[in-house]
């Protein structure tokens, strides 16, 4: 008997990906994307461990999971941070602040 791919194994690997991607959109894209990778994750693993002799691709699973879990952690830090910048300095001083960098950059 062939072994079958498991479900959704390799769009966890890139919802993995996407989340730590998307950690720089102020956080939120990358909460999306590692939530959703996590609860397909979760449902993978229990249809692999009740017949792991007929899935392949468990490895796809696994690593998605952690970049989810990374993904998570960076996108929640990266809101907070957001956040507290909002809450000290508003919008006017979020805009001179990027303003700066421009400058500084394009110096």
Do not use: H
Not at 52 to 57: Q, S
């Amino acid at each position: 008997m062939e072994k079958q791919t498991l479900p959704n194994s390799t769009l966890i690997l890139v919802f993995g990906i996407l989340s730590i991607l998307g950690c720089c959109c102020y956080g939120i894209l990358g909460i999306i994307f590692a939530i959703v990778a996590i609860v397909l994750a979760k449902k993978a693993t229990a249809l692999y461990t009740e017949n792991p002799e007929l899935y392949d691709g468990y490895s796809n699973v696994k690593t998605g999971k952690i970049l989810a879990i990374i993904g998570l952690i960076l996108s929640i830090i990266y809101l907070i941070y957001v956040i507290f910048i909002f809450a000290t300095v508003g919008y006017d001083g979020y805009q001179e602040m990027i303003d700066e960098l421009r400058r500084s950059a394009g110096a």
